[in-house]
């Protein structure tokens, strides 16, 4: 499957009184490597959600494990990999590491979402195209 690496800075509003990350960071960041990756592969959310006709990539399922305090001014190594790509679905995972020690690690499960057809209609997972859903995987 495909892989992207991302350098991310700690900031001061990133932490808490503790000087430690606070949890949600993490999630932000997880996204923020989705985006990145899909930029890798020639796919930048910007141009491809309209080309493609849907609002997004909405998280269907998430989760994450917190290994070890991330603090300002580390500097983070989030690894984003697909891991898995279904019709409709695909899933991430990732690993954050400062100075080589993982930190923290996560997944999302992702929908390909279209646009209603209406003003007000429901949003609804579609398949995914097969030319994105090569590249996710490493095919082209």
């Known amino acids: 499957m495909t892989s ?3 350098e991310v800075q700690v900031r001061w509003g990133d ?3 503790a000087g430690i990350v606070f949890y949600p960071r993490f999630y932000e960041w997880y996204d923020l490597a989705c ?6 592969l020639g796919l930048p959310w910007p141009q491809t959600f ?4 849907i609002v997004g990539v909405p998280i269907v ?3 994450a494990r917190f290994a070890s305090p991330v603090r300002y001014g580390d500097v983070m190594m989030i690894r984003a990999t697909v891991a898995g790509v279904k019709d409709k679905t695909f899933r991430m995972e990732y690993e ?4 080589g020690r993982v930190c923290a690690s996560g ?3 992702r929908a390909w979402v279209q646009r209603p057809s209406a003003p007000g209609g429901r949003l609804q997972a579609v398949q995914i195209p097969d ?3 090569g590249r996710l995987r490493g095919e082209t």
């Open 4 to 6: 992207h690496i991302s």
């Open 15 to 17: 932490v808490d009184w």
């Open 35 to 40: 985006e990145r990756l899909f930029d890798s």
């Open 50 to 53: 309209p080309r493609y006709g």
């Open 61 to 63: 399922e998430s989760g």
């Open 96 to 99: 954050i590491r400062v100075d």
């Open 107 to 109: 997944f999302e499960v």
């Open 131 to 133: 030319e994105v859903a």
